[in-house]
């Protein structure tokens, strides 16, 4: 079920007694069906898969769902060096609109998609989300666990197209741990908020213009 993006953690099983387990199984799956049982976000999942767009490309934040980041990469390319640097990017971007909305992510989607219009190339459209170890606003953990789905996900083919999304988020200020998230001690804590935050700082637009 791992390689199912747009899908939190409580929905998995659901999915699974309706036979969905992939990100294939979910493009096949029909729509209209979708929100019905589930909700608006996942059926327009579903039809992102599809290859019809329903996401604008560009940054946005839903209040307690999500922030994505995706793009045209400009050019088809085969580099992953290039695609590399390219999600970082977004990674980068989307962590620091989910401090500024002060926020904490759980889960890290990540897809590629190839061009469909180019019949003459291979059509590859991978996914994969990584859940974290605790919610987390920190750059590093979100750039690990992103960096490692891009890693299991790429083969070797021409992408026109990829994006990152930070998955069912949780207010800083009343985030509860489950069972099953790792805890982080106050020390811990501390020095990333204050690392995070200089990193802000950094990356604000007046500095950045300045630079």
Known sequence: MGDLWGVGRRQVERLAVLGIRTGWDLAQADP??????????????????RGISCIESKDF??????????????????????IRVAMRQY??????????????????????KTNPFRQDLPQYSPSLVVELPRPTDDSREILHAAGHALQRIYRKGFYQ???VMLLDLVDASRQQLSLLDTLQSDAERQRSAKLMGVMDELNAPGLAAVR
């Open 61 to 82: 934040h839903e209040p307690r769902q999500r922030i994505m980041t995706s793009r045209s990469f400009g050019k088809l390319t085969d580099n992953l060096g290039e």
């Open 91 to 112: 990674d980068q971007r989307g962590a620091e609109k989910l401090r500024s909305h002060g926020s904490l992510v759980r889960a890290v989607p990540v897809f590629l």
């Open 32 to 49: 209209k069906r979708i929100p019905r049982q589930f909700s608006v976000t996942l059926e327009r999942t579903a039809l992102e898969l």
């Open 161 to 163: 197209k990829g994006g």
